[in-house]
């Protein structure tokens, strides 16, 4: 797994009129930036038009005179409304691949245009075709004969070093969401805590990314209180116990900043005690792609290998089971940081997981260069209601806040069709979470649904403050850490869709833009 690859073979191509592919996919984005790719095709797009007012809307089949016979043929529709974004040219190659392999094409090749208001076009074009691409990893393995749905894509452009850089960037931004795709869509026996141990030591075996692992729920009870108190039931079976994963990442020479990155990964989330009734329990193998993105962002560090930062990550892996070992509300735990946490609802175990190694991660950060903490997590149902699916909500904390962290983020993921939208945390989340009997420091959690909570994604960011310690590490400190609180859970993916790998992109293209060559 060390030489990790996508689904199929990329290949730079110069030239149209190569016998090798049985299909031309074109995405034009109708303006003058497209037209010379469009040249040798015009004759035919013409004609069919005058046959088909909705030509290229929806992915058209066309035939050509040239050894590949085929066109497919799809248009990004309008790029110049207040609203249009980056997403029209990934959402019109993915329809033109799903098309081309309907019609049977086995070696497509797809013309990528750059565009002047949208300036990775090219690669978020091709990051649509390889998302279309990509075979789950059950499939592959249960079903040899389905890994692949083509043989080959050759990738188009007029400028060949452009080409290179861009199919060298796109192969590591999409292979860390291949993995996180792996991780997070991977069913809940595939990708129990243990399997994603085995799935993450093959993947790093050899590679630039260092792995160590906690599996002792000695060690847990210890130094992660946390962790182990949802950990308890499913410790009662081997292959459903808990990991917390870490994996780092040290470049060579000078460094001027650390990050540290902490996922949550809930293989399966019954609820626990305070069990998911009404149907609503379908889905929650999904509850660990927070922790399946941060082993994709390391997979495309370790494919970018950036100069100057030193990423620090970990993974909680734990499976929210019921049980008579299970924890139960109104359980006072000490936390790593001392605080006592009276626990409040057993189904809020994304941010108890988490909470501990986040401490951790605070006590590094207080020695490290320049360092930024984060909580990346499929954390709540109102994070989904507040802004829909498809986007990633981020929230920073004071020091975040005062460089203009969340924005900047949100700008760098807009240019990949990496979407995010910004939230506050406010007194009322540090207050909903402060001590509501004497002896407790931090309440976890009231017992309603965050979708039915007042601010039921931005108290989550606050409890994870508090829990951890690092409410006092704030402005008014004397040592501030900066500190981002990310929900992913309008943007991972839901079953059926296979997970997006969400943030991944967006947290490449902000801080590890410019500490790479292509």
Do not use: W
Not at 26 to 38: C, G, M, N, R
């Amino acid at each position: 797994m060390s030489g990790h690859t996508l689904p199929c073979a990329l290949r730079e191509e110069t030239d149209l009129t190569k016998a090798d592919y049985d299909g031309i996919i074109l995405v034009s984005s109708l303006d003058a930036a497209s037209e010379k790719h469009i040249d040798p095709f015009k004759s035919v797009l013409n004609k069919a038009s005058q046959l088909d007012k909705a030509l290229g809307v929806e992915a058209s089949v066309l035939e050509i005179p040239v050894p590949a016979r085929r066109l497919i043929y799809v248009h990004t529709g309008p790029l110049n409304r207040d609203y249009d974004d980056a997403r029209n040219f990934s959402d019109a190659a993915k329809k033109g691949v799903e098309r081309a392999i309907k019609a049977g094409v086995t070696a497509p090749l797809l013309v990528v245009s750059p565009h002047p208001s949208y300036p990775q076009a090219e690669v978020v074009t091709l990051l649509g075709a390889l998302e279309a691409l990509y075979v789950p990893l059950q499939v592959r393995e249960e079903l040899p004969e389905k890994k692949t749905k083509i043989n080959t894509l050759g990738v188009f452009a007029s400028d060949v070093k452009r080409l290179q850089g861009i199919i060298k960037e796109t192969i590591a931004l999409e292979s860390g969401r291949y993995v996180a795709r792996d991780i997070g869509g991977g069913d809940p026996e595939r990708m129990a805590p243990p399997r994603v141990e085995s799935y993450v030591r093959q993947l790093f075996n050899e590679s630039s990314i260092m792995v160590e692992v906690i599996d002792n729920h000695k060690v847990f009870e210890k130094e992660y209180p946390l962790f182990a108190a949802v950990n308890r039931a499913a410790n009662a079976v081997e292959r459903h116990r808990g990991r917390i994963i870490f994996l780092t990442y040290k470049p060579d020479g000078a460094v001027d900043q650390t990050l540290f990155l902490v996922g949550k990964g809930i293989t399966y989330d019954t609820g626990g005690a305070d069990i998911k009734a009404g149907g609503i329990m379908a889905g929650m193998s999904r509850d660990k792609c927070g922790a399946a993105a941060v082993a994709g962002f390391m997979q495309t560090v370790n494919k970018l290998k950036p100069k100057g930062i030193v990423i620090e990550a970990a993974m909680c892996l734990a499976r929210n089971s019921v049980g008579e070992e299970c924890y139960v509300a109104d359980e006072v735990i000490v936390a790593r940081s001392k605080a006592r946490v009276r626990v409040g609802n057993t189904d809020a175990e994304g941010r108890m997981v988490m909470a501990d190694v986040l401490c951790r991660a605070k006590e590094r950060a207080l020695n490290a260069v320049n360092p930024h903490l984060m909580t990346i997590a499929t954390l709540t149902g109102h994070a989904v209601l507040s802004v829909g699916s498809g986007y990633t909500i981020l929230m920073d904390n004071g020091p975040a806040k005062s460089v203009d962290n969340a924005k900047k983020i949100q700008t760098a993921g807009e240019h990949y069709a990496d979407m995010f939208e910004i939230s506050t945390i406010r007194r009322e989340d540090f207050a909903f979470h402060a001590g509501k009997s004497e002896g407790d420091d931090v309440h976890q959690c009231n017992n309603l649904p965050s979708s039915r909570t007042p601010r039921g994604h931005q108290t989550p960011a606050a409890f994870l403050q508090l829990a951890s310690g690092l409410d006092k590490n704030g402005i008014d400190s004397d040592k501030p850490l900066k500190f981002t609180h990310i929900d992913v859970a309008g943007a991972a993916g839901d079953l059926p869709n296979e997970p997006t790998g969400a943030p991944i992109i967006g947290l490449t293209a902000h801080f590890l833009k410019g500490r790479y060559t292509l």
